[in-house]
């Protein structure tokens, strides 16, 4: 069983930053592929990026590079979306989602309670 707990959502003026935070409540972290997701209002859900407890590269949506990193830590089983340069676009719901090692894309079988971002312009 794997739970997660978002945290670091806010209101943020555009061009700001903020990081997101992602508590992983699991004994067998090493076998998951972690992902952030965004829901813009009245859009669908979109994956930004994603990145393997157990290494490799990480993955980024074209709209999101070099704008967002994504990153893990082993010591307080915390996975972390750092967003700069905010825009008015970047607006949503942020959810962290987890899905076996070596699933496909869409196979996310466990979802965080989701943490509002608002960038102001």
């Known amino acids: 069983q794997v739970q997660l707990v978002e945290s670091g959502g806010g209101l943020v003026q555009a061009g700001g930053s903020l990081r997101l935070s992602c508590a992983v409540q699991t004994s067998t972290v090493s076998l998951y592929t972690m992902g952030w997701f965004r829901q813009p209002p009245g859009k669908e859900r979109e994956l930004v990026a994603a990145i393997a407890w157990s290494g490799g590269s990480a993955y980024y949506a074209d709209s999101v590079k070099d704008r967002f990193t994504i990153s893990r830590n082993y010591a307080t089983n915390t996975v972390g979306l750092q967003i700069n340069n905010l825009k008015p676009e970047d607006t949503a719901v942020y959810y962290c989602?987890?899905?076996?090692?070596?699933?496909?894309?869409?196979?996310?079988?466990?979802w965080g309670q989701g943490t509002q971002v608002t960038v102001s312009s």
């Open positions: 989602a987890a899905k076996p090692r070596g699933a496909g894309p869409g196979q996310y079988s466990h």
